[in-house]
């Protein structure tokens, strides 16, 4: 019997989209006015039914009731009916009336029978919270009646005191009371399991120390959280977990009046140094980047990123999935490999090394709609000047000319190519292309792709992104003290990133409602834990 493609698979898939459905239906159903924002009952309860072996586990600590508050209550009927349509179970009838405050579905094992003939077969369980364990017994015996009476399968067991139900169908399911929880899961093996873990603690994944801290990291109005096991889920995955620092990772969903905070806890193995200093709200160097700006990144010193945890982070991540960095960087980030290779940059040596103070980047729409141009504002320190001789190095290499101009009174130096051509032998011309400029505008150096966009920040053609409602709503939602976020304008982005990575347009049918209204995302990294990596991703809607 296949129970990889069993019943379970439905259910599976219905915790997913109930997660999508926190996110998207927020914004999708949204009332005139702002919503209530919905806060958790209690803190998570489930994990004591789940093997510290499990390798993922996802949470919601509400009723599915409380989010009818960000809708209509027929629209999110339709939602629950359709999530629940191929099991034969009414939502309305069959549980509304006894579920509580919490519901979890977590991977148990990657493989149940440890059979390799038949490949991996995952192990499933969900767990529902009954605030009335009559009515929800009821509806367990009434499920297994009905499957029964479909093909005549049914077998019922007790198993330390507590009854199973199972079936031998291809769409395979078992259930059971225990305690105040409702168990469903795609083999009767897996709630065996359960119940070793509940009388047996150290069994759960309650009892393990990550669990423990990372539950200690979760927001406490959290109303949805994951927990994953990295090795584990490498494995599931098919994939060697390479460059380990990195075990377990908590994710969780905040609501905000304007959008919603998905925070994310990374717990290392070993101690990691942090990214650096903590960024003020209001960077200085925000003041140079202008507001049609599509996507923006700021903080504070960058010497130390090839050592800090965040680089830990990328180093795991990337040598896992693609191999190596260079690789992962080379398919996500084509615009910076270009900028090495053209350049013969070593960002890490050439320009992150003597970035020791504030420093803003940003990405501006090209008038030929092809590409961004660019914006790098940096703070004056003491390394300032040895990093600019070093750039005007590197551009000589390169062929290119360092030249000093005067641009509307202000001196400006500037990397030209100079390329002459030849109509006849008494007509000669010279074209000259710009590649890079800078200035300095009070305390700071301000370079720019070209001579247009510095002579817009020079003539202030257009304001600051700092005095723009929509950035200053969007970075103040970020918790204090951070170091530093990456700002992203989605509807000026959009276009743009789907042509550089075609996966961005799956991702966005997917969570169609979610992407259609999106108006802005806010990364940050925050926290100085040496054992811990913390950031989070505000997402700022239209509709609010």
């Given amino acids: 019997m296949n129970r990889q493609n069993s019943l379970f698979g439905f259910i599976v898939a219905g915790a997913i989209a109930l997660l999508l459905i926190i996110s998207v239906a927020f914004y999708w159903f949204l009332p005139p006015k702002p919503a209530k924002i919905i806060t958790p009952a209690s803190r998570p309860h489930t994990a004591v039914l789940v093997s510290k072996l499990s390798p993922a586990m996802v949470t919601l600590l509400v009723n599915p009731e409380q989010l009818q508050a960000i809708g209509t209550k027929q629209q999110f009927t339709q939602i629950k009916n359709r999530l629940l349509a191929k099991s034969n179970i009414n939502y309305q009838t069959d549980i509304k009336s006894w579920l509580g405050q919490e519901v979890t579905l977590a991977v148990t094992s990657t493989d149940i029978d440890h059979d390799p003939e038949n490949g991996l077969q995952p192990g499933y369980l969900m767990v529902l919270a009954t605030e009335k364990p009559e009515k929800s017994r009821e509806f367990l015996e009434l499920l297994f009646s009905q499957r029964a009476l479909a093909d005549g399968n049914l077998v019922v067991e007790k198993y330390k005191g507590i009854k199973l139900f199972s079936d031998n169908q291809e769409t395979g399911l078992a259930g059971a009371i225990v305690a105040d929880f409702v168990l469903l899961a795609n083999h009767p093996q897996i709630l065996r399991e359960a119940i070793n873990n509940l ?3 150290d069994l759960n994944l309650a009892s393990t120390k990550e669990y423990q801290k990372a539950i200690q990291e979760l927001p406490q109005n959290a109303i949805a959280f994951t927990f994953f096991n990295l090795p584990l ?40 140094t942090p990214l650096g200093i903590s960024t003020p709200q209001t960077v200085g160097a925000l003041q140079y980047i202008p507001e049609n700006a599509s996507l923006v990144i700021t903080g504070t010193d960058l010497s130390n990123l090839a050592n800090s945890n965040l680089a830990k982070l990328w180093e795991q991540g990337a040598a896992t999935i693609y191999g190596s960095s260079e690789e992962a960087i080379a398919r996500w980030a084509k ?111 301000v ?30 939602a970020i918790p204090q ?58 997402w700022r809607f239209n509709k609010f």
């Fill in 447 to 476: 370079f720019t792709s070209n001579l247009e966009t510095i002579d817009t920040i020079l003539t202030s053609k257009i304001r600051p992104l700092i005095e723009q409602a929509d950035f200053q709503a969007s970075i103040a």
């Fill in 481 to 538: 003290p951070n170091q530093g976020y990456v700002y992203i304008d989605w509807q000026k982005s959009r276009n743009l990133l789907e042509k550089q990575q075609p996966i961005i347009r799956y991702v966005e049918l997917l969570a169609k409602p979610l992407f259609d209204n999106l108006r802005s995302l806010t990364i940050s990294s925050y926290g100085n834990e040496i054992e811990t990596l913390k950031g989070g991703a505000f």
């Fill in 335 to 445: 615009p910076v490999v270009n900028l090495q290779t053209s350049w013969g940059l070593n960002l890490s040596q050439d320009v992150f090394s003597w970035l020791k103070g504030e420093y803003a980047i940003g990405l501006l729409p090209s008038e030929e709609k092809k590409n961004f141009d660019w914006v790098l504002v940096v703070e004056k320190t003491p390394e300032l000047n040895t990093g600019v001789n070093r750039l005007d190095e590197i551009a000589s290499a390169h062929n290119l000319n360092v030249s000093s101009l005067t641009l509307n009174e202000n001196k400006v130096s500037a990397w030209t190519e100079l390329t002459a051509t030849t109509q006849n032998q008494a007509d000669v011309s010279v074209k000259t292309k710009v590649q890079g400029v800078h200035t300095t505008l009070g305390n700071y150096e």
């Fill in 199 to 201: 009388q047996a603690p």
């Fill in 233 to 272: 889920v490498a494995k599931w995955q098919g994939l060697e977990l390479a460059a380990l620092t990195y075990n377990s990772q908590i994710s969780s969903l905040v609501f905000h009046p304007q959008g919603f905070l998905t925070e994310t806890t990374f717990l290392a193995n070993s101690e990691v």
